[in-house]
C-alpha cells in the first residue's frame, strides 16, 4: 500500500527524511485492534517534530507519520480515529496516562492508505462531517477544545485571547470559542491572516505583541517564546494562560511576580480523551462549526503538504487523500 513515512531523523534538514513510499507493508490488526481504510488525513507540527526527532518516534525507521485521520472500517461504518493510543494498564480515558503515545509514535501513523488502531479508540463519525472535516479534529480541534472548555472553563462572554492565527490549534480555537459565545481576539505577524480570523469570528485580528483593547479572561497558547511575554502581561487580573505547544520555542524567560500579584493560573494542556471527541463531535453537529480546510493533496504531493507546513503558510488544517 501506499504510505508517507519517516525514515530518520534530521534536526536541521527534517524534511530530507520524508519519503512516499509505494509498496509499504500492509497493517495487521492484533486482538482487539481494526484495519480501517483511511479516506483523508491532515498532518501537524507533531509529524515534524517526528522528523527532526523531537517526540516519540524512537529509532522505529522505517515509520508511517500523521496522527490524525477518518475513514471506513470492515463493516464499511463511517468512523473516526482517536489519536492517543492508551496503556492498556489505564482506562481509554486517560490520556495522560504513563505509556500512553501518539499515533505514529510507537505505532503506524495514518498517512496511509490503511491503518491498524485499537478498537477503542474509533468513535462513530455523524453523516453530516464529511470525512476531510474529521481528519482535522483528533489533534488540532480536540486540544483546543480542552484548552477552552475543560481547563479554562470558558463561559459565554468571556473575552479570549488566542495566540499564532492561522495555525491548526489558533484556527480551531478561535471557531470553537466563538461559537460558544466568547469574544475573541487574535495576533499575528501576517496580515492575510488577520483578516482571515477576523472572516472567522475574530472581533479584534492585531500584530503579535501589540497592545489589546481590552485585557482577555483567558489566553490560548501555543506559539511560545515569540508571544510568551505578551500573553502573561496581557491577561486580565486573576485570568487563565492556558498553553498546549510552543512552535516557536520553548524556553522562555518568566517574570513570576507577573503571576503572584495578579494571582494568574497558568495551565499546561495537551491533546483530549475519546469522551471529549465525542463531545466536540456533538457540539460540531448542534452549532455548525466545521473546521477551516487549507488545501487538500493527494498521497503522492505529501512533501509539498509538508513544506506548506514548515514555512507556516497554512490557514487552517491541510488534509492528504491517501
Not at 509505494?22 to 497493517?27: E, K, Q, T
Not at 490503511?114 to 480541534?141: G, H, K, Q, W, Y
Not at 481576539?185 to 488577520?194: E, I, L, Q, Y
Not at 485580528?205 to 511575554?229: K, N
Amino acid at each position: 500500500m501506499k504510505a508517507v513515512t519517516a525514515v530518520g531523523t534530521n534536526t536541521e534538514d527534517p524534511l530530507s527524511c520524508l519519503r512516499v513510499d509505494d509498496d509499504y507493508r500492509d497493517p495487521q490488526a492484533a486482538e482487539g485492534w481494526e484495519v480501517i481504510d483511511v479516506k483523508a488525513a491532515s498532518i501537524n507540527h507533531h509529524d515534524l517534530f517526528n522528523l527532526r526527532g523531537m517526540s516519540g518516534i524512537g529509532a522505529r525507521f522505517p515509520t508511517v507519520l500523521g496522527s490524525d485521520g477518518s475513514g471506513l472500517d470492515g463493516e464499511g461504518r463511517r468512523v473516526l480515529i482517536h489519536a492517543v493510543i492508551a496503556d492498556p494498564m489505564h482506562g481509554i480515558d486517560e490520556t495522560l496516562a504513563p505509556g500512553s503515545s501518539l499515533l505514529s509514535d510507537r505505532f503506524d501513523g495514518t498517512l496511509a492508505q490503511r491503518i491498524a488502531v485499537p478498537v477503542a479508540n474509533l468513535v462513530a463519525l455523524p453523516d453530516e462531517i464529511s470525512f476531510d472535516e474529521a481528519a482535522c479534529l483528533p489533534t488540532a480541534f480536540l486540544t483546543a477544545y480542552r484548552m477552552l472548555f475543560t481547563k479554562a472553563k470558558v463561559r459565554p462572554g468571556q473575552r479570549v485571547l488566542i495566540q499564532g492565527a492561522g495555525g491548526g490549534v489558533p484556527t480551531a480555537a478561535l471557531l470553537l470559542a466563538s461559537a460558544a459565545g466568547a469574544e475573541v481576539a487574535v495576533t499575528s505577524r501576517d496580515g492575510t491572516k488577520r483578516e482571515q480570523a477576523l472572516e472567522l469570528g475574530a472581533s479584534v485580528a492585531l500584530p503579535t505583541g501589540s497592545r489589546l483593547p481590552w485585557r482577555p479572561d483567558v489566553v490560548i497558547e501555543v506559539v511560545g517564546a515569540p508571544t510568551w511575554e505578551h500573553s502573561l502581561t496581557s491577561v486580565a487580573a486573576e485570568g487563565v494562560v492556558v498553553v498546549a505547544g510552543a512552535t516557536g520555542g520553548s524556553a522562555v524567560p518568566t517574570d513570576l511576580r507577573e503571576i503572584y500579584r495578579r494571582q494568574l493560573t497558568v495551565l499546561g494542556s495537551t491533546l483530549g480523551s475519546r469522551r471529549e471527541l465525542g463531545d466536540l463531535l456533538r457540539f460540531l453537529v448542534r452549532t455548525g462549526v466545521r473546521p477551516r480546510v487549507d488545501s487538500v493533496y493527494p498521497l503522492d504531493e505529501a512533501p509539498t503538504a509538508f513544506r506548506r507546513m514548515a514555512v507556516g503558510a497554512q490557514f487552517g488544517k491541510i488534509v492528504i487523500h491517501p
